[in-house]
């Protein structure tokens, strides 16, 4: 059957490729050209014999074709009719949309809204969001969000001054937590909404740190689109503007994850070098603490780090380096660390054993990571890309069960 007669949620990420190359009228050669691969590789990558599921390959087509990295991994993606749950969350998606769209204009809230603002209430409920978040449980997000957004919205607005920059921390983080979700879902435009609410909410805080802490998740944005460039800039930014600040276990571990997302960035530009000097940089500071801290809601410590050490040479497609790296972290990755970690921790060293072509091993760590996170799991493009590429060359059934539930089949 051609590409052009198959739904675009049943195909790999090659054939999507294939399709947007088609409709540019160019030859694999021209794409082989413009994106500096070999023809061989386009043509495995088309035809669905070698996964395309790397960030830096897929943004590196993307900017040949001049075409957004959605078009090429299909997101976002549609639960398929029996994933109820997969379905909820979805639908609350409009919801959440609104209130991210409310923002900044006056909230005009009712007599009853007002006389039902309460500081303590709305810190336990942006807890709870926090915690749903951390465990990846994207149906009770949606059932939890839209409410408390509109909720905080109507606090910023009529809470005495005192209280004002406790509500607007209250605020961006049930908007972070809209983000996560939002990403997980595949909403990527929705989640840059979000994320520009987290950066506005942050600074009207007053509070240096958490105003960094929102620039984390905006640097993030550049890095998602392949601007290495830009994303770095935030980061140095932030960088400077942490060693001005006075050392505290919070400075530690904002700065810590900064370098994090500073060996991400390198690793997506092609920099295993300087990626590798700033795991070691944020390694050196999570010692420094003593253990895993959580602040601004970041998880950053000797856990992440050791997480962070796994995915960066899977970003680098070193699947080898990979596995040999989480031997030493799987057996001491703590059993009560989050779930949104833990799960995505599986799926990196899934695609590791991927690459390898231990396509076995890749499967027990999908279902592994689905288990922790059913729903984040499900919804990930790298899941999806892997798994049809290994549906396209073995006949276990576990894996036709499992592609069922991504809604492959």
């Known amino acids: 059957m051609p590409y052009s007669s198959v739904p675009t949620s049943l195909l790999t990420n090659g054939q999507r490729l294939a399709r947007i190359r088609d409709r540019r009228r160019w030859t694999q050669t021209r794409l082989s050209t413009e994106s500096g691969y070999s023809l061989s590789a386009v043509k495995k990558f088309e035809q669905g014999r070698r996964s395309l599921d790397r960030a830096d390959v897929i943004l590196r087509f993307a900017r040949a074709l001049d075409c957004h990295p959605t078009e090429i991994t299909g997101q976002p993606y549609s639960p398929p009719d029996g994933d109820l749950d997969g379905h909820s969350a979805v639908l609350s998606i409009a919801a959440i949309r609104r209130a991210l769209l409310r923002h900044g204009r006056p909230s005009r809230p009712s007599e009853q809204e007002v006389a039902g603002v309460n500081m303590e209430d709305l810190r336990a409920r942006v807890a709870?969001?926090?915690?749903?978040?951390?465990?990846?449980?994207?149906?009770?997000?949606?059932?939890?969000?839209?409410?408390?957004?509109?909720?905080?919205?109507?606090?910023?607005?009529?809470?005495?001054?005192?209280?004002?920059?406790?509500?607007?921390?209250?605020?961006?983080?049930?908007?972070?937590?809209?983000?996560?979700?939002?990403?997980?879902?595949?909403?990527?435009?929705?989640?840059?909404?979000?994320?520009?609410?987290?950066?506005?909410?942050?600074?009207?805080?007053?509070?240096?740190?958490?105003?960094?802490?929102?620039?984390?998740?905006?640097?993030?944005?550049?890095?998602?689109?392949?601007?290495?460039?830009?994303?770095?800039?935030?980061?140095?930014?932030?960088?400077?503007?942490?060693?001005?600040?006075?050392?505290?276990?919070?400075?530690?571990?904002?700065?810590?994850?900064?370098?994090?997302?500073?060996?991400?960035?390198?690793?997506?530009?092609?920099?295993?070098?300087?990626?590798?000097?700033?795991?070691?940089?944020?390694?050196?500071?999570?010692?420094?603490?003593?253990?895993?801290?959580?602040?601004?809601?970041?998880?950053?410590?000797?856990?992440?780090?050791?997480?962070?050490?796994?995915?960066?040479?899977?970003?680098?497609?070193?699947?080898r380096e990979a596995v040999r790296r989480a031997a030493q972290v799987t057996p001491r990755l703590p059993a009560d660390y989050a779930r949104e970690r833990r799960s995505h921790y599986f799926i990196d060293v899934g695609r590791a054993h991927h690459y390898n072509g231990r396509n076995d091993e890749a499967l027990e760590s999908f279902l592994h990571a689905e288990r922790l996170a059913p729903q984040a799991t499900r919804m990930h493009p790298a899941v999806h890309e892997t798994m049809n590429v290994i549906l396209n060359s073995r006949r276990r059934t576990d894996a036709y069960e499992f592609a069922l539930r991504l809604g492959l089949l």
């Open 128 to 319: 709870e969001a926090n915690g749903y978040r951390q465990k990846s449980a994207l149906v009770s997000s949606g059932k939890v969000l839209p409410a408390l957004l509109r909720d905080l919205q109507v606090a910023v607005d009529v809470v005495p001054e005192v209280d004002r920059r406790q509500a607007h921390d209250l605020l961006a983080s049930a908007y972070e937590c809209a983000m996560q979700m939002l990403y997980k879902l595949g909403r990527g435009s929705d989640a840059t909404l979000a994320t520009e609410r987290v950066v506005w909410s942050t600074t009207e805080t007053g509070d240096p740190l958490r105003a960094l802490s929102g620039h984390w998740y905006e640097s993030g944005e550049f890095l998602a689109i392949g601007e290495h460039e830009e994303a770095g800039a935030i980061i140095d930014g932030a960088l400077t503007e942490l060693d001005r600040c006075a050392t505290s276990p919070e400075q530690v571990s904002l700065k810590g994850a900064f370098h994090l997302k500073t060996s991400l960035n390198h690793a997506r530009a092609g920099e295993p070098k300087s990626a590798e000097k700033h795991l070691a940089l944020a390694g050196k500071l999570a010692e420094t603490l003593g253990g895993d801290r959580n602040d601004f809601q970041l998880q950053f410590g000797p856990t992440n780090v050791a997480i962070w050490s796994v995915s960066l040479p899977v970003e680098a497609g070193q699947g």
